[in-house]
C-alpha cells in the first residue's frame, strides 16, 4: 500500500519534472567561429554625416562625435556579438575600441583567428539625406558572393531593418575586390546595412535607445542563421563542416 509520504513524494517529482523546461534544437550557429570587423576606428572615421546633423541640430560636438560611423559600427558590432554568443558561436572582434587598423591587419587577424566566415561592418554615407537602403559588397567571387548573397537575402527580406520612412533600397550585391575583402581567406561580406547620413536613420542611431542599432545587429545574425542552416556542402577557407 501506498503510504501518503510517498505519495507527495511522486507529486512533488512530477511536479518537478514538469517545471524543467524542453530544450529546443541547438542553434546553427553553435560551434563555429564568426569574425567580425566593425570598419574605420581611430583616425579613420568613416561618415561624419551623422554628427554634422546632429551639430547642426544644437548638439554639444563632443557629444555629436560619438555618431561617426566609426562608433555606430562598434556598437553595432558588440551587440551582433552578444546575439551571437548567446546562441552558442565562437566570435572573433578585429577591433573592440576605438583604433585604427589597415585592411592588411584586419585580414590579418581574420586569418589567424580560425574563423569559418567574416562580417564587414560599414554604414553607407551620401548626399541625399534622404537616401537609405541595403549594400553588400563580396571580393572574390569562387570566395565570397555565395555568402553574400545569402546575407543579402535574409537582411532584405528583414520588415524591422528595411520598413523606414524613406524609400529604403535594394542595391544588391557588388564585386569590391579591395579592403580586408582582399585579405580575407575566407568567405567575407562586406554589409552597408542603412544609410549613416539619412536623417530618419540618424536620428534612430543618436536617440540613446539603441533599438536601431539592435535591428542591424539582429538583421545581421538572422543572415547568419540563414548561412549555418543551409551552407553549402564545401567552401574554400576554415568552414567547419557539420
Same mark, same amino acid.
Given at each position: 500500500?501506498?503510504?501518503?509520504?510517498?505519495?507527495?513524494?511522486?507529486?512533488?517529482?512530477?511536479?518537478?519534472?514538469?517545471?524543467?523546461?524542453?530544450?529546443?534544437?541547438?542553434?546553427?550557429?553553435?560551434?563555429?567561429?564568426?569574425?567580425?570587423?566593425?570598419?574605420?576606428?581611430?583616425?579613420?572615421?568613416?561618415?561624419?554625416?551623422?554628427?554634422?546633423?546632429?551639430?547642426?541640430?544644437?548638439?554639444?560636438?563632443?557629444?555629436?562625435?560619438?555618431?561617426?560611423?566609426?562608433? &555606430? *559600427?562598434?556598437?553595432? =558590432?558588440?551587440? +551582433?556579438?552578444? /546575439?551571437? %554568443?548567446?546562441?552558442?558561436? @565562437?566570435? !572573433? #572582434?578585429?577591433?573592440?575600441?576605438?583604433?585604427?587598423?589597415?585592411?592588411?591587419?584586419?585580414?590579418?587577424? &581574420? *586569418?589567424?583567428?580560425? =574563423?569559418?566566415? +567574416?562580417?564587414? /561592418?560599414? %554604414?553607407?554615407?551620401?548626399? @541625399?539625406? !534622404? #537616401?537609405?537602403?541595403?549594400?553588400?559588397?563580396?571580393?572574390?567571387?569562387?570566395?565570397?558572393?555565395?555568402?553574400?548573397?545569402?546575407?543579402?537575402?535574409?537582411?532584405?527580406?528583414?520588415?524591422? %531593418?528595411?520598413?523606414?520612412? @524613406?524609400?529604403?533600397?535594394?542595391?544588391?550585391?557588388?564585386?569590391?575586390?579591395?579592403?580586408?575583402?582582399?585579405?580575407?581567406?575566407?568567405?567575407?561580406?562586406?554589409?552597408?546595412?542603412?544609410?549613416?547620413?539619412?536623417?530618419?536613420?540618424?536620428?534612430?542611431?543618436?536617440?540613446?535607445?539603441?533599438?536601431?542599432?539592435?535591428?542591424?545587429?539582429?538583421?545581421?545574425?538572422?543572415?547568419?542563421?540563414?548561412?549555418?542552416?543551409?551552407?553549402?556542402?564545401?567552401?574554400?577557407?576554415?568552414?567547419?563542416?557539420?
Amino acid at each position: 500500500m501506498v503510504s501518503n509520504a510517498m505519495l507527495v513524494g511522486m507529486v512533488l517529482v512530477l511536479v518537478l519534472l514538469a517545471s524543467i523546461p524542453i530544450s529546443s534544437d541547438p542553434s546553427p550557429l553553435a560551434g563555429h567561429t564568426i569574425a567580425i570587423d566593425p570598419g574605420h576606428g581611430g583616425t579613420d572615421l568613416g561618415s561624419t554625416a551623422c554628427m554634422e546633423m546632429l551639430v547642426d541640430r544644437g548638439w554639444d560636438e563632443d557629444k555629436a562625435k560619438e555618431y561617426r560611423e566609426k562608433h &555606430v *559600427n562598434l556598437d553595432i =558590432a558588440s551587440r +551582433l556579438q552578444e /546575439l551571437l %554568443l548567446e546562441n552558442g558561436a @565562437d566570435v !572573433h #572582434m578585429t577591433r573592440t575600441d576605438d583604433v585604427y587598423m589597415s585592411s592588411h591587419d584586419r585580414g590579418d587577424s &581574420v *586569418n589567424d583567428s580560425g =574563423a569559418e566566415v +567574416l562580417v564587414n /561592418l560599414h %554604414l553607407n554615407g551620401w548626399e @541625399d539625406p !534622404h #537616401m537609405d537602403g541595403l549594400y553588400v559588397l563580396f571580393g572574390q567571387s569562387r570566395k565570397d558572393k555565395a555568402f553574400a548573397q545569402v546575407m543579402h537575402d535574409s537582411m532584405w527580406n528583414n520588415a524591422a %531593418l528595411t520598413s523606414t520612412p @524613406d524609400e529604403f533600397i535594394d542595391f544588391g550585391i557588388r564585386q569590391f575586390a579591395a579592403g580586408v575583402l582582399l585579405w580575407s581567406e575566407i568567405p567575407s561580406a562586406l554589409l552597408e546595412s542603412a544609410f549613416i547620413s539619412n536623417e530618419w536613420e540618424c536620428r534612430q542611431l543618436s536617440n540613446g535607445s539603441g533599438d536601431r542599432q539592435q535591428e542591424i545587429a539582429q538583421a545581421i545574425y538572422e543572415g547568419l542563421v540563414a548561412w549555418y542552416s543551409d551552407p553549402p556542402p564545401s567552401l574554400p577557407g576554415k568552414h567547419k563542416a557539420d
